[in-house]
Every structure is written in structure tokens, then in C-alpha cells.
């Protein structure tokens, strides 16, 4: 997905940043086309770079890696160690259930009121990208 978004990007006109580990490089395609490419030692190092370069974050539908990201970038807010737009774009519902666990761990006391509220939401792409200006 993350080659798709890349792409439909730079034919709108739009700049690419690629951050990839070496040992992905190895393994995976990385993106050549990207306007740069940022090749690091480790998945920590390229999550970091990622948020330094980033001025907001908007995740779509994923796996681990994807909820493991969103959920670092989302503890970063809340514990405001950046302020910067965490949007999720989910429009086929695929986070759902993620959103009935949220609220039932905030019911239980295990998220503070606030901290769902960083998290915007969205089923669709002009949505997303207002709660990034």
C-alpha cells in the first residue's frame, strides 16, 4: 500500500521520502523512484527519521507493522513529545473493532479521557488531509 500511496503522489506532483532499513533493502523493493532515499541500519532508526521528517501522520488500513507505528506516533502525542496530526483513514471499516477496543479501554480506566480525541478518524481522503493543515 505504502508503494501505491508513493506513487499516486508523484504523479499529483508530490515529493516522496523513502526510509527503509538495509535489511529490507535486501529482502524488498525499495523505492528508487522516491525523490530521496533514506537507507538506515534499523526499523527504530527509520520510525525516528520518519517523525522528524513528517508534519503530520495518516495511517490506512494495515498489519503489525502498521498498528505497531500508529500506536508509537499516537503515545508520542498524548505524551507530547510532538504535536503533530495523527489521522486515520479507514474507509472499508477495517478499524472498528479497533475502535470498540479503544473505547472499552478507556472505559476501563487503561486510556485517559483525552487521549482518544488525538487520534482524528476519517472514512475518507479530503477528510484525512484537513486534519493535517
Not at 523493493?29 to 521528517?53: G, Q, Y
Not at 472499508?92 to 487503561?110: I, M, R, S
Request: charged residues 25%; hydrophobic residues 45%; aromatic residues 8%.
Amino acid at each position: 500500500m505504502m508503494g501505491a500511496v508513493a506513487r499516486g503522489v508523484r504523479s499529483g506532483g508530490g515529493k516522496t521520502i523513502g526510509v527503509i532499513p538495509q535489511m529490507l533493502v535486501d529482502i524488498e523493493f525499495a523505492d528508487h523512484d522516491s525523490h530521496e532515499l533514506h537507507v538506515v541500519t534499523s526499523m527504530r532508526e527509520r520510525k525516528a527519521m520518519i517523525e522528524d521528517f513528517s508534519d503530520a501522520f495518516i495511517a490506512l488500513p494495515g498489519g503489525p507493522g502498521t498498528l505497531e507505528e500508529l500506536f508509537e506516533i499516537w503515545v508520542g502525542r498524548f505524551l507530547k513529545f510532538h504535536n503533530k496530526p495523527v489521522v486515520i483513514l479507514d474507509p472499508f471499516g477495517v478499524y472498528a473493532p479497533l475502535q470498540d477496543l479503544l473505547d472499552h479501554l478507556e472505559k476501563e480506566g487503561f486510556v485517559k479521557p483525552g487521549q482518544r480525541e488525538l487520534l482524528q478518524w476519517c472514512t475518507n481522503v479530503e477528510e484525512a488531509l484537513s486534519h493535517c493543515v
